[in-house]
């Protein structure tokens, strides 16, 4: 058995951004064994989810925090650990998009996540009518201009069908080693 380099990563945003279904999805695919929740049937974080995935020579613990507004003050708790941020967007929710950018914001200010590479993900990109891409890319473009020297990607997903999700992984991978 080879020691892997072990890397935590949290997965932040609001809660129904999507963070469970990814986290799920993550694991279904990188896991060959492993038999996974229902996707469809996931509802909100509360609490903590976690998951490991093994890529190549690393091994990645992800811990999803919960997103609802009582428990973002526990979010940098977790800053010190952390190896690399997934920040998650639904966007398909344009009335929450100003909120979602607030919460991102205050987090890539902390100093624990100096340098700590971060990855946004703009979910749920199977929705008729959602932001694209290159939309978010623009309203969450001032927080990731003050991010300061650190790696950064923003990736276009749908959690539900997998889309998108090999890429932003394999990313991350490359941007934490
Ligand atoms: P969390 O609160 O951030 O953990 O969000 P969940 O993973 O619980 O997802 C919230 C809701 O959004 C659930 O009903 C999911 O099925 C749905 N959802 C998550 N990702 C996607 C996606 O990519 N596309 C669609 N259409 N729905 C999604």
Redesign the pocket.
Known sequence: MCQRDQYFVLIL??????????L?QTKTKFNKNYQGMN??K????VGL?IGKIDVGTSRLNFW?L??QEELQSLWDKYYVESHAVIY?V?S?DRERVEESKEAFEKMVMNDNLAGVPLMLLA?????EGCLKVTEVKTIFNDPLQVMGQRESWVQG?????GDGVQEGIDWLVEAIK
């Open positions: 945003g609001l809660d129904n951004a999507g963070k469970t279904t990814f799920e996707l469809a996931i509802t909100s974080t989810n999803d919960g997103g998650i639904d398909s979910n749920k990109q199977d929705l997903v749908s959690a539900l069908k």
